[in-house]
Each structure stands twice: as structure tokens, then as C-alpha cells.
């Protein structure tokens, strides 16, 4: 299971045409700036970045890659949301800083090798988390996730509402209370432009940890 969703990861990158994910810089990863560390139900801590709280990006809206790139050329990347207490966490620093939507690290696997039986259909068991590898559980069962009741059509979360125009809503975004319906998650477009959460990436820090040694991160 662990290498078929690092599979999964590995394909976001080759989906995204002639954009590829960044490497992250070793100057870089000792310099992030880090608003808050939290530590989750599982003992796991993780320093995180909020775009909207830092003064060169305050005002910064990025698509979902660009968001990714920047986290990780800084060893972390976009949030990954992978338990319920983390998520209030998340949204709680949304609510205070009246942060409109922000991208998360969500992903729809609808690229080459998602026809695997476990991924189908897509819409409903084809989501993870791409920061980590993590996968979400079927959006069909509305206690695994955070996902809206309503969204543009009136329809639950996820919805794929821009299909029709050709624009697969293939990336996870949190909207503040866009359609009433508090702060919750909604699948959205990839080439949106939005604030960003950042969050420390073990892999990368590892990564950099191993060709740096001596290295303070």
C-alpha cells in the first residue's frame, strides 16, 4: 500500500505537463519561517506556515502547485489534513485570520495509473493527501472527512461542478463560509489561485538531513 501511494504522489508530478515539483533548498529549509508547531492525537509535531501571516505573501494567491512548490523549495509542504483535531486546527487559524479559502495538499487521483479497482470511482475513492501520501476516505462516508454539504450547485462536496467547462476539479480546498455552510472542504479546480498552509515534511527534511550533514533544521 505504502509504495502504491508513493506511486500516487510520483504521478501529481507527471500530470502537471512541463511543471514539475521543486527540490527543496538546504538554505531555504534552515531559514523557514514558522508561525505555530502542533502536536497531534498520534504525537506527531509539525511546525506549519500560514501564507496570509507572513508579510512578503500576505496578499500572495498561488494555483495549487505553485502553492506546493513554495512550501517545499522550504522543506514542508501544502497541508495534509490527516486527522479530525488537525483539521480543527487548521480551521481555527482560517476563522481568526478571516482567511477566505486556502489550498491544502488534497488530490484527486484521475491521471495514468489511477484505474486501479481500490481508486474507482475516482470522485469517491480516489482522494489523498499528496503532501504525505496519506489516502482520504470515501467521500461517501461524510464522517471521514470535512467535506461540505452544499457547494455552486446546491450539491454536496466533492462535486466536479466545473467538468463541464473541461476543468476537472481534481484539488482540495478549504472555503470559509462561501455558501453558508461554515469552514469545510470543497474539491475546486487545480489552477485557482489561493493562500497556502504550509506544514513540515518529514521526507524532504530527511532528504536534506542526509545530503546536508551537520545541517540545523
Given amino acids: ?5 508513493t506511486l500516487l504522489v510520483i504521478g501529481v508530478a ?21 508561525h505555530s508547531t502542533y502536536r497531534d492525537a498520534r504525537g506527531v509535531a509539525h511546525t506549519y506556515f500560514f501564507s496570509w501571516e507572513h508579510g ?12 506546493r512548490n513554495i512550501c517545499r523549495r522550504h522543506c514542508m509542504d501544502a497541508v495534509s489534513l490527516e486527522t479530525p483535531q488537525e483539521n480543527e486546527f487548521i480551521k481555527q487559524r482560517i476563522s481568526r485570520g478571516n482567511v477566505r479559502y486556502i489550498w491544502t495538499s488534497g488530490r484527486k487521483c484521475n491521471f495514468n495509473g489511477c484505474n486501479r479497482p481500490d481508486l474507482q470511482p475516482p470522485n469517491v475513492n480516489g482522494w489523498f ?4 501520501g496519506a489516502k482520504i476516505g470515501p467521500t461517501t462516508q461524510r464522517n471521514s472527512g470535512d467535506w461540505s454539504a452544499t457547494g455552486g450547485f446546491g450539491q454536496p462536496q466533492p462535486d466536479n461542478r466545473e467538468a463541464p467547462q473541461g476543468n476537472d476539479e481534481s484539488c482540495l480546498s ?6 453558508n455552510d461554515g469552514i469545510k472542504w470543497h474539491d475546486v479546480a487545480c489552477h485557482h489561485l489561493k493562500p497556502f498552509v504550509c506544514e513540515d515534511s518529514d521526507e524532504l527534511l530527511n532528504f536534506v538531513r542526509s545530503r546536508n550533514p551537520g545541517i540545523r533544521l
Fill in 129 to 132: 493527501w499528496s503532501g504525505s
Fill in 1 to 5: 500500500m505504502l509504495r502504491q501511494l
Fill in 14 to 34: 507527471m500530470v502537471m505537463a512541463q511543471r514539475r515539483l521543486a527540490l527543496p533548498d538546504p538554505r531555504s529549509c534552515a531559514n523557514r519561517v514558522r
Fill in 174 to 179: 478549504i472555503l470559509n463560509n462561501f455558501y
Fill in 56 to 67: 512578503p505573501t500576505r496578499s500572495l494567491e498561488v494555483d495549487w502547485l505553485d502553492a
